[in-house]
């Protein structure tokens, strides 16, 4: 089954904290980002990569760091966790053969 | 800045009613206009999609209306029914960007259909 798979789906941390959200996918993608959902602003992004170890920043990112290692992973950490970053937390993965981007499960992060 | 914006930010409508969920862009560079629906505890699902080459697109009981000229588009849901009860969100997307899945997202409008 053709998927992208987020873990963990919930978190809670503690502020400064060290923190990594892992995604995979399984269609062999080139593209992969990440986004945070936040009420009344819909989906934003924070990072995406068009291919192993190439990453670009997207509208929102600073607090995180990205890494694109394996063509399959694309990891999200957060360094230093604040209570600002408490959200949802989507990745997704999309191929230069077709349009639209595929999304995972979501990790809902709460910072205290 | 928002550039993409969407409204209305809630909508209930009856069971076979026209839910109408609009939006509006800034960037006429703009060329990729896709529709992602999000069911409570799931991520965003591609639902349809449209370039600004055509007027409209229909795909089942859902069509996407596009007034290029007033940077506008939006979705109509025929025949609602409740199952179709979620956040919608619309979103755009140019040129090489459209691949690489860098969408810029409207606020998201939260349908509820009445049975």
């Known amino acids: 089954e053709a998927q992208v798979t987020q873990n963990p789906r919930y978190l809670i941390t503690v502020t400064g904290k060290k923190l990594t959200v892992t995604c995979s996918q399984n269609?062999?993608?080139?593209?992969m980002s990440w986004y945070r959902q936040d009420p009344g602003l819909g989906l934003r992004q924070i990072y995406y990569?068009?291919?192993?170890?190439?990453?670009d920043k997207g509208d929102v990112p600073e607090g995180y760091k990205v890494s694109r290692k394996e063509k399959r992973n694309f990891p999200l950490i957060l360094e230093s966790p604040s209570p600002n970053q408490t959200s949802l937390y989507f990745c997704?993965?999309?191929?230069?053969?077709?349009?639209?981007?595929?999304f995972g499960q979501g990790t809902r992060l709460t910072v205290v | 800045q928002q550039q993409v914006k969407q409204s209305p930010q809630s909508l209930i409508v009856q069971k076979g009613g026209i839910p109408i969920i609009n939006c509006a862009y800034e960037?006429?560079?703009?060329?990729?206009f896709p529709w992602y629906q999000q069911f409570p505890g799931k991520g965003p699902a591609l639902l349809i999609a449209?370039?600004?080459?055509?007027s409209e697109k229909k795909e089942g009981r859902f069509t996407i209306s596009f007034n290029k000229s007033a940077k506008q588009f939006s979705l109509h849901i025929m025949d609602s029914q409740p199952g179709d009860s979620a956040t919608y969100f619309c979103?755009?997307?140019?040129?090489?960007?459209?691949?690489?899945?860098?969408?810029?997202f409207g606020q998201g409008t939260e349908l509820s259909v009445k049975p």
């Open positions: 997704a993965s999309s191929s230069i053969l077709q349009m639209g981007a595929f």
């Open positions: 269609m062999n993608h080139e593209y």
């Open positions: 990569s068009m291919n192993v170890e190439v990453t």
């Open positions: 960037n006429t560079a703009f060329d990729y």
């Open positions: 449209i370039r600004p080459d055509v």
């Open positions: 979103a755009a997307s140019k040129g090489r960007d459209n691949q690489g899945g860098k969408l810029i």
